[in-house]
């Protein structure tokens, strides 16, 4: 492999992770189409390979879809800006006061930032960052005891948010962790859910067999649709990835 784990497919750096599984996973990831498959442990890297190359047509789809999906362009946290929160446009206001900064709503379409004077972009932007975190955390939270009850769980999930650079969220099912990535919190409330089942899900099923998907279908009829919506949305300037 070159380098540990990476095999290069016609041109196209494939990260190859080994895992205790029997059968191959394979995906590719916005903002650029990053391909990464998991594979079990023992298979060799010709197997890999040819693996990879039989669904080279689906790879080339997924990554020209994903390299002409819309970007947002960088935030300067400025009036007349427009910002995102479950798949809601807000034109956001700032205002200049004595004292702490805080972040409101006005109406159905506005966000007001209220800021000291001569406040700095990363100030606004931690404080952005910071109410758009608490946000997400007082939707998803529901969701996550609706759906914990529903799929019969009972072991305790903790909910956990950041930034990250490979998922839209995850999950450890050892620990009873879900991490949810805070750029979720642009993306519409049934997007959010979808993730929630998704996650929740691989408490029962490990991987994305047929057994997955068949309780998908079961728990969340339309998943497919919303995912689809999903990977349709617009990104993030920022480089990360699904």
């Known amino acids: 492999m070159t380098p540990a784990n990476q095999l290069t497919v016609r041109g196209v750096p494939v990260e190859v992770v080994r895992k205790d599984i029997k059968n191959l996973h394979l995906g590719v990831y916005p903002p ?108 998803t939270q529901p969701l996550l005891d609706k759906w914990a009850t529903t799929m019969g769980l009972t072991q305790p999930v903790s909910l956990h948010l950041r930034r990250m650079r490979t998922r839209w969220a995850t999950v450890n099912e050892h620990t009873g962790r879900l991490t949810m990535n805070t750029e979720v919190a642009r993306q519409p409330l049934e997007s959010i859910e979808l993730l929630v089942v998704h996650e929740l899900g691989h408490f029962h099923t490990r991987g994305h067999g047929e057994a997955w998907i068949a309780q998908m279908d079961r728990w969340l009829p339309n998943w497919r649709d919303r995912q689809a919506r999903l990977d349709a949305s617009m990104l993030s300037h920022e480089a990360w990835h699904c």
Do not use: C
């Open 32 to 139: 650029q189409g990053r391909v990464r498959v998991a594979v079990p442990a023992s298979m060799p890297d010709d197997a890999v390979r040819a693996a990879v190359v039989s669904r080279w047509a689906w790879v080339v789809r997924q990554r020209t879809r994903y390299q002409h999906t819309p970007r947002q362009t960088p935030r300067e946290y400025v009036s007349g800006e427009s910002h995102y929160l479950f798949g809601r446009r807000y034109r956001l206001r700032v205002d200049a006061v004595a004292g702490h900064g805080s972040i409101t709503t006005k109406g159905k379409a506005t966000l007001v930032m209220s800021v000291p004077e001569g406040s700095t972009l990363e100030y606004r932007r931690q404080l952005m960052d910071r109410w758009v975190r608490q946000q997400l955390a007082e939707a």
